[in-house]
């Protein structure tokens, strides 16, 4: 399957901004699907996961509360709705693939595909 994110951009530090991921060439409704982030001279950081249905999702501490994932099977695309944003969430953002799609997984390695990753820029 390929993945490609798209929505990135510079906001101001208290905005909002909507990232999505459209997968093709695979069945996305049996896919878990994750977003990672990474900031420059930082490890790749888990971010939201949701299983494949949409009915359960799972966040990282850092963004609970203002990052909001969700899934449209229909579409074959997966989205991260990001309020109050601050500069610490300026980072390059991916999303991700779990082939299983049991439970959504907070480890990067055991994702099976990945999207090209958009920059977020969040200025303060």
């Known amino acids: 399957v390929q993945l490609q994110a798209s929505g990135g951009g510079l906001v101001q530090a208290g905005g909002s901004l909507r990232l999505s991921c459209a997968a093709s060439?695979?069945?996305?409704?049996?896919?878990?699907m994750g977003w990672f982030r990474q900031a420059p001279g930082k490890e790749r950081e888990f971010v939201a996961a949701i299983n494949r249905s949409g009915g359960s999702a799972y966040y990282a501490d850092s963004v609970k509360g203002r990052f909001t994932i969700s899934r449209i099977n229909a579409k074959n695309t997966a989205y991260l709705q990001m309020n109050s944003l601050k500069p610490e969430d300026t980072a390059v953002y991916y999303c991700?693939?779990?082939?299983?799609?049991?439970?959504?997984?907070?480890?990067?390695?055991?994702?099976?595909?990945w999207g090209q990753g958009t920059l977020v820029t969040v200025s303060s």
């Open positions: 060439g695979g069945t996305f409704s049996t896919y878990a």
């Open positions: 991700s693939a779990d082939f299983r799609g049991l439970v959504p997984t907070t480890t990067p390695s055991e994702y099976d595909s």
